[in-house]
């Protein structure tokens, strides 16, 4: 059975754990990650809560999904986490929310603090709650990314909507079998909030 691992990355509230939650075909929970440190005098223990959940390909590929912690408390951890838990990803998702006060912003922020997890890595961008700020549109999260030379694909989602998410997902690992645990594959969280790709 093949593995294959996915990062969520992002700010807090841009949805990472729900759209976690709303495809995995197991039951997740927020895991406590074991992060050690190797320092001169001691090996060191941090543990961190990440978010889990799995789902399958329809090629019978298991996608491991983690949620990296987005609190800025937890920003020392990051490097750690792109070291010990996803240096082997095969692909992130960046999920950022269109209603915070300056997403381009965010966008940099993200590409930046995670660069060496993203380095050499299918990227997808995962954008929420369009369905309460519209605008900045997908052209304009293309137009940044340009200007940036970041080549990731675009995607307006709701974090709440599973065939949203599994959007996302399946821009890395191809067709996924769905089966979310949630039992709404299809579920629509709001109306309107489905922009599409
Ligand atoms: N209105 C709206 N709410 C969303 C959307 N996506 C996620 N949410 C909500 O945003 C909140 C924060 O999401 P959460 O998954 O906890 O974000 P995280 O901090 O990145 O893990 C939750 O209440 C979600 O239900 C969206 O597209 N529109
Ligand atoms: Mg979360």
Redesign the pocket.
């Known amino acids: 059975m093949e593995n294959k691992k996915i990062i969520f990355i992002?700010p807090?509230?841009?949805?990472?754990?729900?759209?976690i939650q709303v495809v995995s075909e197991i039951e997740c929970v927020a895991t406590e990650a074991k992060i050690s440190e190797k320092t001169d005098v001691a090996k060191e223990t941090t543990t961190v809560a990440i978010d889990y959940g799995r789902v399958t390909t329809s090629g019978d590929v298991k996608a491991h999904l983690y949620?990296a912690p987005?609190q800025s408390r937890f920003d020392f951890m990051w490097d750690m986490l792109s070291e010990q838990i996803a240096h082997d990803a095969d692909g992130v998702v960046m999920?950022l929310d269109n209603a915070r006060e300056c997403p381009q912003s965010d966008l940099k922020y993200y590409l930046d603090a995670f660069s060496r997890l993203i380095e050499g890595k299918q990227l997808v961008i995962g954008v929420?709650?369009?369905?309460?700020q519209a605008s900045p549109a997908v052209s304009d999260y293309e137009q940044w990314l340009s200007e940036l030379n970041v080549d990731a694909p675009v995607q307006f989602?709701?974090?709440?909507n599973s065939s949203a998410v599994y959007g996302l997902v399946e821009a890395i690992v191809g067709p996924v079998k769905q089966q979310s645990v949630s039992g709404m594959p299809h579920a629509s969280a709001?109306s309107g909030?489905q922009l599409g790709a």
Do not use: P, Q
Not at 12 to 19: D, E, I, P, Q
Not at 128 to 132: A, C, K, L, V, Y
Not at 157 to 160: E, G, I, W, Y
């Open positions: 992002g807090v509230g841009a949805g990472k754990t729900s759209a949620g987005g999920m929420t709650r369009s369905d309460i989602v709701d974090a709440r709001g909030a």
